[in-house]
């Protein structure tokens, strides 16, 4: 442990990177200057932080996952091992398209599977979940379940990552409880109460 956060020592986190308490970065990691990981993550074996990234708290990050500029991961998402981001969409060795970086965010609490790729310039809404495999081509509403290549919708999760079965646009989660509401095609977390 270092400044609160545990780095093995085949893995390098650059002068200018910030990393917070309860961190563990593990084997053959790269952190690059610029970056900013939270509290409480855990990077697997061979993962790379491209500059000035963000990644929240509570973040678990799978084996050989590379985060590159553009990516904002929020809080509590899970990125399964070999899960791939791009940030350009018509990439060429010979051409320079560095100016051309696609913005990626990563909603809280939402999981990208493994072997995924999400093509930049799109956003993961919160608690959703890319299924392993998938190719995200599109945007992917909070809370949906998404397959396939392309990524296509099949359902919707709750924040505990269990299906969800609705009945008359309201479900109540198998898993935890929860009560969801669906309308207009976009799935919320019911009010306790309502």
């Known amino acids: 442990m270092s400044d609160g956060y545990f780095v093995h020592p085949s893995s390098i986190v650059d002068d200018g990177a910030a990393v917070g308490a309860g961190t563990k970065i593990w084997f053959f990691c790269h952190v690059q200057a610029g970056s900013t990981i939270g509290e409480r993550c855990i990077f697997g074996q061979n993962v790379n932080v491209d500059r000035d990234v963000v990644v929240g708290n509570g973040v678990k990050v799978q084996n050989n996952v590379s985060i590159y500029k553009g990516v904002t991961v929020e809080d509590d998402v899970f990125l399964g091992p070999s899960c791939v981001f791009t940030n350009v969409l018509n990439p060429r060795a010979h051409v320079e398209r560095k100016a051309e970086f696609r913005p990626t965010r990563v909603g809280r609490g939402s999981t990208v599977g493994a072997n995924a790729t999400v093509v930049c310039g799109h ?15 599109h945007d992917v509403a909070a809370h949906a379940l998404v397959v396939g290549v392309p990524a296509r919708q099949v359902g919707w999760v709750c924040r505990c990552g269990e299906q969800l079965e609705f009945e008359r646009d309201a479900a109540r989660c198998t898993g935890c409880g929860d009560a969801y509401r669906q309308q207009a095609g976009r799935v919320s977390r019911a009010e306790v109460g309502a």
């Open 123 to 137: 956003d993961l809404g919160d608690y959703c979940m890319v299924g392993a495999g998938a190719v995200v081509t």
